[in-house]
């Protein structure tokens, strides 16, 4: 709950902070008016913690250049185009933007950069009423033309003007409805929610790379299942990531199965409270974040309604892990983390073979390696994976996986499992058994990585003997 006077001591500490009153001064020395603009005057007024401080101004960018140069440490003006130059000035990142008055055209998303005359023409162009509010300084007075601060009280997230008209101009900002409801924990206003739904098609002159930077922003905040429900609800989800929606399969009134939708955002939410407990303090983990949202999303593509009432999805984790790789391509993922993400998918079902009987040494090695360096978001995703009722059950699973994980550590300080590899390289193969670099050698290798894993170490004269036995066996 928004509480009105200690924001307004909060927006004055923000006017007193050593760059905003440094600042607010050179401006007005100059002749110019200055405000906070956006995020920073949201946030003050809400308590969150305050990031990067924006600025919009009346002068024009060569003028901003020419007040800031003598109370900053380095400048930038790559956004010089679009009215913005970015400084350095008592030890923190600014940047300071011309009023703006912009158009767009509605095919390419890039506005026709007009420079504005009134700091009220340039709030009533923004995304939401909540980034539509500013602080003048030096002078310490809030302007909220659109009603941002009885949106923060209600929170409720609504465009400055005519939401189809806003959403025309920069489709984006549904996107960012979705992001800040989840940053926020806001409720999107109804007409705005509405105006995402008839809009939808117009995300295609938005570019993949935007698309994905703005799921990554949704799924980094605390809770993105609320975001996620906005963008499939609208329909939005379907434009960009249509197999998050495709999750909600229908229900056969003679085949049951768990929603597969809901159990998908238990686990996301699940996998984010594990991370916490597990990493405090740790940046939100993106590729664990996606993986528990799309775990199951070969589910649809692979469901078999059996006699008697059954459903099957075999092999939902090979195929949904394929799925993954080719749609966060087609949204510019870094390889990185299309690699994490469809390892994660794939092997997110390997646990329950333990849970339902013990493993060998060798089975719990071999899960160590094909984990690799996602063993640890494994270990979080199987775990958030459980999402039964049936406290007798989750107990069982729970404890089975702390089984593992004290084998895990067991056999990790036994035998440095991180490393695992045979006890012969590839050099030494070819000088035990005469014979060049080629097929034969990987296959050698192979097998001592086998024996390896089955029996854990073996020193290298034991691994020499049934080498050249193999060898021999060959013929």
């Keep these: 709950m928004l509480n009105m006077a200690e924001g307004v001591a909060r927006l004055d500490a923000l006017a007193d902070s050593a760059v905003v009153a440094r600042l607010g001064r050179a401006f007005a020395d100059a002749g110019h008016e200055l405000a906070v603009v956006g995020g920073p005057v949201r946030d003050a007024l809400l308590g969150r913690e305050t990031h990067d401080l924006d600025f ?24 010089r185009d679009f009215g913005t130059i970015g400084a350095r000035v008592s030890g923190e990142q600014v940047e300071i933007t011309t009023y703006r008055a912009d158009s767009y055209d509605g095919i390419t998303r890039k506005p026709t950069v007009e420079f ?8 009533s162009r923004r995304d939401f009423t909540v980034n539509a509010m500013a602080l003048r300084v030096p002078g310490k007075t809030l302007v909220d033309p659109t009603g941002g601060v009885e949106d923060l009280i209600a929170g409720r997230l609504r465009t400055p003007i005519e939401p189809a008209v806003s ?15 989840s940053q926020l924990g806001f409720q999107v206003d109804p007409a705005t929610l509405a105006a995402m739904a008839e809009l939808g098609e117009t995300l295609s002159i938005v570019s993949a790379e935007r698309i994905q930077a703005e799921l990554v922003r949704t799924l980094t905040t605390d809770d993105p299942v609320r975001g996620i429900r906005i963008l499939v609800d609208t329909g939005l989800m379907e434009r960009f990531l249509p197999e998050v929606p ?6 056969d009134e003679h085949h049951h199965h768990k929603d597969v939708y809901e159990h998908s955002l238990t686990v996301l939410r699940q996998a984010i409270e594990l991370e916490h407990a597990r990493h405090p303090g740790a940046a939100p983990d993106v590729p664990l974040r996606l993986a528990a949202l799309l775990h199951d999303i070969g589910k649809p593509a692979t469901r078999r309604l059996e006699p008697g009432g059954g459903v099957t999805f075999h092999h939902h984790d090979v195929k949904g892990s394929r799925m993954a790789r080719k749609r966060l391509q087609a949204l510019r993922f870094d390889s990185d983390t299309i690699g994490s993400v469809a390892t994660l998918i794939e092997l997110h079902l390997r646990f329950f073979g333990y849970a339902e009987g013990a493993w060998t040494d060798a089975a719990v090695r071999r899960y ?4 690799g360096d996602q063993l640890e978001r494994l270990h979080i995703l199987t775990r958030a994976d459980v999402t039964t009722r049936n406290k007798r059950k989750a107990a069982r699973l729970a404890g089975a996986y702390d089984d593992i994980e004290s084998r895990i550590a067991a056999l990790r300080e036994q035998e440095e499992m991180d490393s695992v590899r045979p006890d012969l390289d590839g050099n030494r193969i070819q000088e035990i058994l005469g014979i060049p670099p080629g097929r034969e050698v990987g296959e050698a290798y192979r097998f001592l990585l086998e024996l390896r894993l089955d029996e854990g170490p073996l020193g290298e004269e034991e691994a020499e003997r049934r080498l050249r036995e193999w060898w021999a066996a060959r013929g």
């Design 368 to 371: 160590v390696r094909d984990a």
């Design 167 to 181: 959403f025309g101009d920069d489709p984006l900002r549904m996107l960012r409805a979705a992001r800040f409801a």
């Design 116 to 123: 504005g005359d009134t700091l009220e023409e340039d709030l």
């Design 246 to 251: 495709a999750l909600r399969l229908e229900v």
């Design 56 to 79: 919009t101004t009346d002068a024009r960018p060569d003028e901003i250049l020419r007040i800031v140069t003598p109370i900053s440490s380095a400048r930038w003006d790559v956004g």
